[in-house]
C-alpha cells in the first residue's frame, strides 16, 4: 500500500530535551515536506527537500532541521524544543515539485511542556 | 508573496443541499490550485486539483471546483451534500513566478452537513 509514514503519532516532551520525528513513503518520490497546523492558522509548511542531500526552507523553519540522506525517509529534528512548538505536525510527500498533488503522513502532534 | 483565504471558519449545510465552500488567492504568475480535505485524526487527502485548460474541475467524492481567473477565486462545490462530507477543507495554491514550487494553504473552513 502506498503511504506516508510518520512516528511517534504522539509526543509529550519537556523544553530543551532533542527530538526526532521520522517520515518515511514507499513511493518512491523525490518532494518531501513538513507542515505543522495550528488552530486559526492552517498549515505552515516548515521545510521541503526536492531530493536526496537538497533542502529548502519553508515559512517557518525557525527552530528545526531537516535532513534527507535516503530518499525515502526525510526526518524532522528539533534541537531544542520549546512550548511554542506545540502543534500537529504533517509530513507530505510527491512525484515533483511542480504541479504534483502531496500525500500526507497521518501526523504527529507534539506536546512541550 | 503568495496566500490564500478562506472567507468562512465554518459553513453549514443540510444534507441533499448543494454546498460551496470558497477560496480566494493571490499568486505572481499563473496558479496551480488545490483542495485538499481533512478527516478527524487523519491526515490531508488530495481531492483536485487546477493546472490549466477548462475552469471546471472534477475531483474525488463528486466534488467540482471552479476556477474564475478575473475573481482570483476557485471555489469547491458539490450538488448534493452527505453527512459523510464533514470535514476540514483546505484550499491550496502554488505560484508559478519566480521562487515557486512552494504550496500555501488557506486556513481551513470546517464543513458540516446535517443530516
Known amino acids: 500500500e502506498a503511504q506516508v509514514t510518520q512516528n511517534p503519532r504522539y509526543l509529550i516532551t519537556v523544553t530543551g530535551k532533542k527530538l526526532t520525528v521520522t517520515c518515511s513513503q514507499n513511493?518512491?518520490?523525490?518532494?518531501m515536506s513538513w507542515y505543522r497546523q495550528d488552530p486559526g492558522l492552517g498549515l505552515r509548511q516548515i521545510y521541503y527537500?526536492?531530493?536526496?542531500?537538497?533542502?529548502d526552507k519553508g515559512d517557518v523553519p525557525e527552530g528545526y532541521k531537516v535532513s534527507r540522506k535516503e530518499k525515502r525517509n526525510f526526518p524532522l529534528i528539533l534541537e531544542s524544543p520549546s512550548p511554542n512548538q506545540t502543534s500537529l505536525y504533517f509530513c507530505a510527500s510527491s512525484s515533483g515539485q511542480e504541479a504534483y498533488e502531496q500525500y500526507f503522513g497521518p501526523g504527529t502532534r507534539l506536546t512541550v511542556t | 508573496a503568495q496566500s490564500v483565504a478562506q472567507p468562512e471558519d465554518q459553513v453549514n449545510v443540510a444534507e441533499g443541499n448543494p454546498l460551496t465552500v470558497k477560496c480566494t488567492y493571490s499568486v505572481s504568475g499563473n496558479p496551480y490550485l488545490f483542495w485538499y480535505v481533512q478527516y478527524p485524526n487523519r491526515g490531508l487527502q488530495f481531492l483536485l486539483k487546477y493546472i490549466t485548460g477548462d475552469n471546471l474541475v472534477k475531483g474525488s467524492y463528486g466534488f467540482e471546483a471552479e476556477f474564475n481567473k478575473s475573481q482570483t477565486s476557485f471555489h469547491l462545490k458539490k450538488p448534493s451534500a452527505l453527512v459523510s462530507d464533514s470535514a476540514l477543507y483546505f484550499c491550496?495554491?502554488?505560484?508559478?513566478?519566480?521562487?515557486?514550487?512552494?504550496?500555501?494553504f488557506g486556513k481551513g473552513t470546517k464543513l458540516s452537513v446535517i443530516p
Open positions: 491550496a495554491v502554488e505560484g508559478t513566478g519566480a521562487g515557486s514550487y512552494q504550496l500555501t
Open positions: 513511493m518512491n518520490h523525490e518532494y
Open positions: 527537500s526536492m531530493n536526496v542531500e537538497v533542502t
